[in-house]
């Protein structure tokens, strides 16, 4: 294949004035705007005394939590106990985009390029748990600023629109929904996602887990686990132990505690900013009426969304991994990133100009090499786990937690008979081969956004191994 000159990209070829984006990013704090608003949550102890168990759940997120409510749905009389390291949400749970998609396979083309034979039972099984995660918020009265308002996919380039298929809008029927010049046409997904506040569907989900029976603990990090003699697990904490039959790990993002897990996920940073609340004026400007998701075509995608006192959320497009799979609170604040995603969203509503960012904030995704979670059993039955969600976990948990639940009954299942979860994907290879393989991976992406969307050889050498990804 022959490649196109590099050219810009539309975000590029109409970037705002730097003194422009400068002004917005000025008054921005690095904080994550939903933990803030959804003010202090109830405090749980910390594990400071042995206790027994049937079920033991490490890590406090969407997963864990899911898993913890799920198992008193299914059976109130067991002894279920949530292990939380830091606090109930803090990491990805309580400050991604706060997009709630049925997708379980990380979209369409992934899905299909990878389980073609049961792609369409996963869709119909990912839309069937986005419906019941509806009906719980409804039904146990979760607050946590639920809109079912599906997504817009927009193209910004002219290559990206044959991407679009057959039920593609036209550039003006884009145009009467979100007001942007660089919109050039779009697809729209109207029962596909909803959109949540994260951090409020966390805490709430912590509030339904406790009046259920599960009794939390926090800042209590699992050290270890060790077998019993008597065919029980003794989980290790920092100040003491649970002894239990069953355990899950849902600890995604960080240092698994099986040590055949250790290789299956990187931690890949995505950033975000939160504008002030837009003027009616400023509002009336883009339209958004329909407040759907956001999404653009581009391999770096971006993603926006507007909040419950409308703000715009806009993140997306420089995900960044670190030698040695590093986790600090110091990556999470990279002014040359923030500086272009505050450049991007000011290209894509120019009439904009003089809002500003209120916080900047980025948080570590979880992923593998299928980029949709895998699951598993260890420790002869008795532990399961999944991990690898790469950033669509905040609906696919709930799902996932139905799987964990089915692998430890023992029980076979249609969920259990997936080959999703039967198969395990390719392992991460050590360093310094991953820092290499990732960061060539996203050189050759942002190349392909410069080349009209051509892949070089190097993807389409990934792309026939089963390990490509498109967004």
Known sequence: MT??????????????????????????????????????????????????????????????????????????????????????????????????????????????????????????????????????????????????????????????????????????????????????????????????????????????????????????????????????????????????DRVVLATNVFRSLLWQNRLMTVPVYDYVLMTEPLSQEQLASIGWEGRQGLADMANQFHYSRLTADNRILYGGYDAVYHFGKKLSAAREDRPETFTTLASHLLATFPQLEGVTVSHRWAGAIDTCTQFAAFYGLARRGRVAYAAGFTGLGVGATRFAAEVLLDLLSGTSTPRTELQMVRKRPLPFPPEPAAAAGINLTRWALDRADHREGNRNAFLRTLDAMGLGFDS
């Open 3 to 244: 490649f196109t000159a590099p050219h810009q990209t539309a975000y590029e070829r109409n970037a705002p004035d730097v003194r422009v984006v400068e002004a917005a990013l000025k008054p921005s704090r690095h904080a994550v705007f939903w933990l803030e608003e959804a003010g202090v949550s109830e405090h749980y102890p910390t594990l400071d005394a042995a206790v027994d168990a049937d079920l033991t759940v490490v890590g406090g997120g969407y997963l864990g939590l899911w898993t913890a409510v799920l198992a008193k749905r299914r059976n109130p009389a067991q002894r279920v106990v949530l292990l939380e390291a830091e606090t109930i949400g803090w990491a990805a749970s309580g400050r991604n985009g706060g997009f709630c998609e049925a997708s379980i396979t990380h979209g369409e083309e992934n899905g299909r390029s990878r389980w073609p034979d049961e792609y369409d039972l996963l869709e119909r099984m990912g839309l069937e748990n986005l419906d019941a995660m509806e009906a719980d918020v409804r039904d146990l009265g979760i607050e946590c600023q639920w809109e079912r308002t599906g997504t817009l996919t927009a193209a910004v380039e002219q290559h990206q629109l044959p991407w679009l298929g057959d039920d593609a809008l036209s550039r003006a029927e884009v145009t009467s929904m979100i007001n942007s010049p660089l919109f050039l046409g779009g697809a729209v997904d109207r029962d596909g996602c909803a959109l949540v506040q994260p951090a409020r569907l966390a805490k709430e989900l912590a509030r339904i887990a406790t009046e259920s029976g599960v009794t939390i603990f926090e800042h209590s990090a699992v050290t270890r686990l060790d077998s019993t003699t008597s065919g029980r697990t003794t989980v290790v904490t920092n100040r003491s132990t649970v002894t239990t």
